[in-house]
């Protein structure tokens, strides 16, 4: 395994939009493994492929205490979501900045997992904001571009200023 280089917001990067995985082998479980700890070293509870610059359609995702839950979705899809979640949002992309985005509470969710067997989870609370906050990053988009032009803005300054005091 190896641990990958995350791609910092505002990095063009980011913006691609991630395509659907077609074959299902080893270098797809390499990529997991790797994503997975990426994500658990960074520290962090989700990772997209998009993020290591990596431009498929796959998700690692652990929100347990334990951090021995990984959940894998690749090719995701919501068929449902419900409700409205209150859960302030961080990103590996995006560090230190921290804000609300409003998501649903509940989601169901058609994906495979990395042998490329289908499968469908339910989630809710932070499983659930954090599926569709990965599952935002294949479209494209990073959390903060749910916020007002003002608040983009400030973030994008907090982050220039903490890239210059650390070089």
């Given at each position: 395994m190896a641990r990958l280089n995350i791609l910092r917001y505002p990095d063009a990067r980011l913006h691609k939009v991630a395509a659907p995985v077609t074959v299902?082998?080893?270098g797809l479980k390499r990529l997991v493994?790797?994503?997975a700890e990426t994500m658990y070293t960074a520290p962090g509870i989700g990772l997209a492929a998009i993020q290591v610059d990596v431009a498929k359609q796959v998700i690692v995702v652990d929100v347990s205490e334990r951090r021995d839950s990984l959940v894998v979705l690749v090719n995701p899809e919501i068929l449902e979501?419900?409700?409205?979640?209150?859960?302030e949002e961080g990103c590996l992309s995006v560090p230190g900045i921290y804000e609300l985005v409003e998501r649903a509470e509940r989601v169901k969710v058609r994906a495979y997992d990395r042998n490329g067997n289908a499968f469908t989870l339910e989630a809710q609370g932070l499983l659930a904001v954090c599926i569709q906050h990965e599952m935002d990053h294949l479209k494209g988009k990073v959390f903060v571009e749910h916020?007002?032009?003002l608040k983009q803005q400030r973030i994008r300054a907090k982050l220039a200023k903490q890239l210059r005091k650390s070089a």
């Open positions: 299902f082998d080893e493994a790797d994503m979501a419900t409700g409205n979640s209150d859960i916020l007002s032009q």
